[in-house]
């Protein structure tokens, strides 16, 4: 900028009344950027680079780069902002520029590592020719979970109909194929993935029915064995037996 310089007012000598006219600028200033990451037990990757130191005057509006967000496996990294000195409440810098001061400037970028969020989706087929799975038979709603965190994956219970009962015969990854089989009640996710129900359908056992009276059965009837009487007579004793004889020998003798 322009300044004006005063006129020579030492003694002695001339006087002038002559002005000079001279250029001041400001001081030129460093500008040092860092970045730290603000989640915890998370180092920013070797990927995700500070920009380079630069110079500014004082008074010059600063334009802030703005990095935005980075991918990486299992997630990725957010910019969530710029400080003056250290990561702390009241150093945030605001907006998109600075105004540069008459000191040097140390600005921090804080970056967040954000989980992926996974998707596990849930279908049902019928395993039954002929027969489709009943409209009130709905598989469980769809469940999300961070990147490497366990997902919960349900065992249905028998689905109970008239005339029969559908029964849950497993999971498969993607389709019903051998190889598909899927076992686990619990899966760490890396990834979406689609689970397929098996359902087979079993019939109720059929009861027979009561036995008709006028049907033939092709039978004949068999004879009866006329059932043998048993004599209540008392047969008599040895002793008596001989008394009875001697005296009917004895009659017919006279």
């Not at 995700?48 to 990294?77: C, D, F, K």
């Not at 970056?111 to 799975?133: C, I, M, N, Q």
């Not at 598989?139 to 919960?152: C, I, L, S």
Request: negative net charge; hydrophobic residues 35%.
């Amino acid at each position: 900028w322009p300044r004006a310089l005063a006129p020579w007012s030492g003694g002695g000598g001339s006087r002038s009344n002559t002005v000079s006219l001279g250029y001041w600028r400001p001081a030129m200033h460093n500008v040092t950027y860092s970045y730290e990451s603000v989640s915890e037990g998370r180092a920013l990757p070797d990927g995700i680079v500070a920009p380079p130191a630069g110079m500014a005057r004082a008074g010059e509006e600063l334009t802030l780069p703005a990095p935005g967000s980075v991918p990486v496996e299992g997630g990725s990294w957010e910019f969530k902002g710029w400080y003056k000195g250290a990561i702390a409440e009241g150093n945030e810098v605001s907006g998109a520029s600075i105004t540069m001061g008459d000191e040097d400037l140390a600005l921090v970028g804080a970056w967040e590592f954000r989980p992926a969020v996974h998707r596990v989706t849930f279908s049902y087929v019928s395993g039954t020719p002929g027969k489709d799975l009943p409209g009130n038979l709905t598989a469980p709603a769809e469940v999300e979970a961070e990147h490497g965190t366990p997902a919960t994956v349900p065992t249905p219970s028998d689905h109970k109909v008239d005339g029969g009962t559908w029964v849950f015969k497993g999971w498969y990854r993607d389709s019903v194929a051998p190889g598909n089989e899927f076992t686990e009640s619990s899966i760490a996710l890396t990834e979406d993935i689609s689970l397929v129900g098996l359902w087979e359908f079993v019939a109720d056992p059929v009861k027979p029915g009561p036995a008709d009276p006028g049907t033939d059965t092709g039978k004949k009837p068999g004879k009866k064995t006329p059932a043998v009487k048993k004599s209540s007579a008392k047969l008599p004793a040895t002793g008596d037996a001989m008394i009875v004889a001697a005296a009917a020998a004895a009659t017919g003798a006279a």
